[in-house]
């Protein structure tokens, strides 16, 4: 039963990241991958939630697996993110490369971060 809580979450969570991909496409020209940076951050805000919310009320393991390892694991992208940013740096704009970099990781972390440690009780 794990495999398929871990196998739905992640087709779930796949399916979105692309929806939300090709949905910025339609109002975002720039260089930044705005997509996968949106798509990272709020698996991160999910992930985060996810916890919080298993430590009060969520003892349910087949929960977690579909929704953390599954669901966050196909909506969240750290190899897209790194096909981008290399193919940022191999095009010479290492400026949006490094902001890639930097603010993906800065603001994932921070997220993470500041949701666990405010947590509602």
């Known amino acids: 039963m794990n495999i398929f809580a871990v196998f739905f979450g ?9 929806g939300i991909s090709k949905w910025i496409l339609n109002f975002y020209t720039g260089n930044f991958p705005l997509g996968t940076f949106i798509s ?42 790194s096909f981008e940013t290399v193919d940022l740096l191999k095009s010479g704009n290492y ?6 970099i930097f603010v993906s990781i800065a603001v994932g972390v921070g997220l993470i971060y500041f949701l666990l440690k405010n947590q509602v009780q």
């Open 10 to 18: 992640g087709g779930l969570g796949s399916l979105l990241r692309f």
């Open 40 to 81: 990272n951050m709020l698996s991160c805000i999910i992930l985060a939630a996810v916890v919080i919310f298993s430590k009060n009320k969520i003892d349910n393991e087949l929960i977690k697996l579909l929704l953390i390892t599954g669901f966050c694991g196909g909506f969240s992208t750290f190899s897209t993110f």
């Open 95 to 100: 400026v949006v490369a490094f902001l890639n």
